[in-house]
């Protein structure tokens, strides 16, 4: 069972959060591509994004949290939102507008202080009931990878049983070795795979920044096709359950680690991303644990990849299209689906029939329904609940 953080636990100075770069915390960096590299390689080939538009912004924010919260805080794509933009096949223009409103939002909500304010009311059975869904939809995502493989991928034409008979492989040992560099050995078997597979294709120097095409009518379908969906996950994953996430795992030097400072710091990059036509960002709890879990421990963790991230964009952004469509989707499903088992397990610190029932009811609604369902339940039942008991005791 994983102890209980004081909330009087003492604030580390940020001069006291040593960075590490040994093997470890480089394995951990690269824990995480299990989610970004499937929606940026759809992103860019089949809603016509740039590689380096794609991958600069996620660049940026890992190296900006690496900065500000000396941590393995995580950078994903904006997953509903993507899904969607990929299923509806929409074009850069609606991308970057929903971007746009997405970083205004949570710039403005986090530094007015009321992403912690609302944040008060979420207690810990349902932050883990939304951790269970995050934890769900990365083994559902895993799934798909390897059973419905995206058309986007060289894997795609494979026998899905011998996919998934790999992918199971790799879900073994990431979880079996997870604590051996188990997570770099496989990202550089992919990427050693990806790059036989490209070939010749490969290509140096930055693919485009175009500027997006804004109008009005790319705002108005954007608010309603990719920002409304994607608000209440990114306010309880991205914000509430990724700082939660990161006292259980760190303590005292997660104390930086508030809600509202990550919506001020996905706010901030996904204005840039939206400026620049590119992939919308976020942070998420699933993330941090599969950093934590292969091996990050520190801000190295994100400065290594946000900086291996910059190249790619920069350097190799011509060519990378190739390289993303071409890295084995069984390494991604695998390592994908480890993260989402590891990550249910933040559900174990839970004390009492009645919170594990309220987690399992708020996940399975976000998972099977609507995580925002799952919540407005959750929070009508625990605060109904509270104020039964208040009213009883006043009675007696």
């Not at 915390?25 to 089949?46: H, N, Q, R, S, T």
Request: with cysteine.
């Amino acid at each position: 069972m994983v102890p209980a953080v004081s909330s009087q636990a003492p604030v580390l100075a940020r001069s006291q959060l040593a960075m590490r770069f040994d093997r470890q915390e480089l394995a951990g960096a690269v824990a995480d591509v299990g989610v970004l590299v499937p929606i940026a390689a759809a992103l860019i080939i089949k809603n016509g994004l740039t590689a380096t538009a794609v991958l600069l912004p996620a660049g940026i924010l890992y190296l900006v949290v690496a900065y500000i919260f000396r941590l393995p805080i995580p950078v994903q794509p904006l997953k509903a939102f993507g899904a969607i933009a990929i299923a509806e096949g929409l074009g850069a223009s609606e991308i970057a507008a929903g971007s746009l409103m997405m970083g205004a939002i949570f710039f403005t909500l986090g530094g007015v202080g009321l992403i912690d304010w609302a944040g008060r009311a979420f207690p810990k059975p349902l932050i883990r009931g939304v951790q269970l869904t995050v934890g769900l939809l990365f083994l559902k995502i895993a799934w798909g990878l390897v059973w419905t493989a995206p058309k986007s991928f060289n894997d795609a034409a494979g026998d899905p049983w011998l996919l998934l008979a790999l992918a199971l492989i790799v879900l073994a040992a990431a979880v079996a070795l997870r604590k051996h560099l188990i997570a770099l050995l496989l990202v550089l078997l992919g990427l050693a795979i990806a790059l036989i597979r490209s070939g010749a294709e490969m290509k140096l120097g930055p693919s485009g920044l175009p500027l997006p095409d804004l109008s009005g009518a790319a705002f108005a379908s954007a608010l309603v096709v990719l920002v409304i969906p994607q608000l209440p996950l990114t306010f309880a994953n991205s914000c509430l359950a990724t700082a939660d996430a990161a006292k259980v795992y760190f303590g005292p030097a997660a104390q930086r680690v508030k809600p509202g400072r990550l919506a001020m710091t996905l706010g901030s990059v996904n204005l840039f991303a939206g400026a620049v036509a590119g992939m919308p960002v976020c942070h998420g709890a699933g993330g941090l644990t599969a950093h934590r879990a292969f091996g990050a421990r520190s801000g190295g963790a994100p400065l290594m990849m946000g900086g291996a991230l910059v190249v790619l964009a920069l350097v190799f952004g011509a060519g990378m299209a190739v390289v993303l469509s071409a890295f084995p989707l069984p390494i991604l499903a695998g390592m994908l689906a480890a993260a989402g088992l590891l990550h249910i397990g933040l559900l174990r610190d839970l004390e009492g029939g009645w919170a594990w029932a309220l987690a399992l009811l708020v996940g399975l609604i976000g998972f099977f329904l609507n995580l925002a369902v799952g919540m407005a339940v959750g929070l009508a039942l625990w605060w109904g609940v509270v104020a039964i008991a208040r009213l009883r005791s006043r009675k007696s």
